[in-house]
């Protein structure tokens, strides 16, 4: 079945903002293009598409600093350029077969084998190494991210003898819909932040345990990024708090300027305040701090 238009979106928008935080999150490459490749797994329209603006969103990322996320890109719009392809090409039914010529086409049995598994392979889903089971509700955005949590979970399968992914992924998705009190930004916010942890490679422990039911539904949703975070995040996050307090306490005599001239890469604001430190040698430039007024985003260049 074909993502829907929100679907697409949820995903573009957690590359996004994955590729926005490359500089500061040494595991947001990582995670950008993991979302990537579920993207290129998507089966799309061309009107799913052009109604959610992906391809060029996605296409942006195609001249990301970062190469694999560059690459991974590229290959996104490569595959989405040859669905679009061949849904052109079906939309022309038999449009070969009955034009003039095709008295004069060699009959199907003279072509090559190979050529024709060729040509037949790209329209042929790929299956399933195993049968996901998830229980619905009859409520299609919510149906929908019970498979996308339970396909998260089924990365830790291996680990959990006899787990049901399904099963703990209803759970989960039935806590986020009674806390949001339905299907809100809040819920569509609690979702993003639940499977971009559960998704990210470094953090195995996090699957296994809501796979196991050591962590619930109902306690999923109340954690905060922190608190979901991977062991090696979270040190990441630690270091970077020392390291922002340390300057904090070196830049107190500092004066902080407020320009519009820095955009912040999260909201997309010109509201900003920055200063300058010399970080580095002597002779090398100077390292520009910057914080966004608007959403306390932070980033730093030479």
């Not at 089966?43 to 990301?64: E, F, I, M, P, Y």
């Not at 560059?70 to 038999?94: F, N, P, S």
């Not at 089971?133 to 919510?142: A, H, Q, T």
């Amino acid at each position: 079945m074909a993502a829907s238009v929100d679907e697409l979106r949820l995903l573009v928008d957690a590359a996004l903002a994955a590729g926005a935080a490359v500089d500061d999150d040494p595991e947001a490459a990582s995670r950008a293009v993991f979302t990537l490749d579920q993207l290129a797994q998507q089966q799309v329209t061309t009107q799913v598409l052009v109604d959610s603006n992906a391809g060029k969103l996605v296409r942006r990322l195609t001249k990301h600093t970062d190469q694999g996320i560059a690459a991974t890109a590229a290959r996104v719009v490569a595959t989405w350029k040859e669905a679009i392809a061949l849904e052109q090409k079906a939309a022309l039914g038999d449009g070969y077969a009955s034009g003039p010529s095709s008295a004069n086409a060699a009959p199907p049995l003279e072509r090559s084998n190979g050529a024709a598994a060729a040509a037949a392979a790209p329209m042929l889903p790929r299956p399933p190494a195993k049968p996901l089971i998830v229980p619905k509700c009859g409520d299609g955005n919510r149906d929908k991210t019970r498979l996308l949590l339970a396909e998260a979970l089924t990365l830790a399968a291996g680990g959990v003898p006899g787990a049901d992914a399904g099963a703990a992924a209803a759970d989960v998705e039935v806590a986020m819909f009674r806390q949001a009190g339905g299907v809100t930004p809040g819920y569509k916010a609690t979702y993003r932040r639940l499977v971009q942890n559960l998704r990210d490679p470094a953090n195995p422990d996090l699957r296994r345990r809501v796979l196991a039911r050591e962590i619930t539904g109902d306690v999923l949703v109340t954690l905060s990024a922190e608190e979901l975070a991977s062991d090696a995040r979270k040190a990441d996050n630690s270091r970077i708090r020392q390291t922002a307090l340390a300057e904090a306490e070196r830049g107190q005599h500092m004066k902080t300027a407020t320009t519009d001239q820095f955009q912040c890469g999260k909201c997309r604001q010109r509201q900003c305040q920055y200063y300058q430190m010399q970080t580095r040698s002597a002779d090398e430039p100077m390292t520009t701090f910057v914080t966004c007024v608007n959403c306390g985003n932070r980033w730093k260049f030479c």
